[in-house]
Nanobody, 115 residues
Framework: QVQLVESGGGLVQPGGSLRLSCAAS????????MSWYRQAPGKERELVAT????????TYADSVKGRFTISRDNAKNTVFLQMNNLKPEDTAVYFC????????WGQGTQVTVSS
């Protein structure tokens, strides 16, 4: 059974940091490009960051460049999103996704940035 389980979300003040984790199981993690998406209330889901199968290549949305870092640990079947200097506009449900010929989704974790 395929599972992607996100954790690490929560409430943080502007300027703070959070580290999201996504634990994968049930598929060959090393063969999948991994990504983080987010969806704010009333908005479409948007791509935040992507990492290649080996971790050697990453891409980011312009809105998070220089603040967020995606990484992966293939030995632990886990992908991470380090989020620094968080802003209120980063408030959203964050989803991890694994893509090869199909795309698998996690259930999401809420991130709220507010004072």
């Amino acid at each position: 059974q395929v599972q992607l389980v996100e954790s690490g979300g929560g409430l943080v003040q502007p300027g703070g940091s959070l580290r999201l984790s996504c634990a994968a199981s049930g598929f060959s993690f090393n063969d999948y490009i991994m990504s983080w998406y987010r969806q704010a209330p009333g908005k479409e889901r948007e791509l935040v960051a992507t990492i290649s199968r080996t971790g050697g290549s990453t891409t980011y949305a312009d809105s998070v460049k220089g603040r967020f870092t995606i990484s992966r640990d293939n030995a632990k079947n886990t992908v991470f999103l380090q989020m620094n200097n968080l802003k209120p506009e980063d408030t959203a449900v964050y989803f991890c996704a694994g893509t090869n010929l199909v795309r698998y989704w996690g259930q999401g974790t809420q991130v709220t940035v507010s004072s």
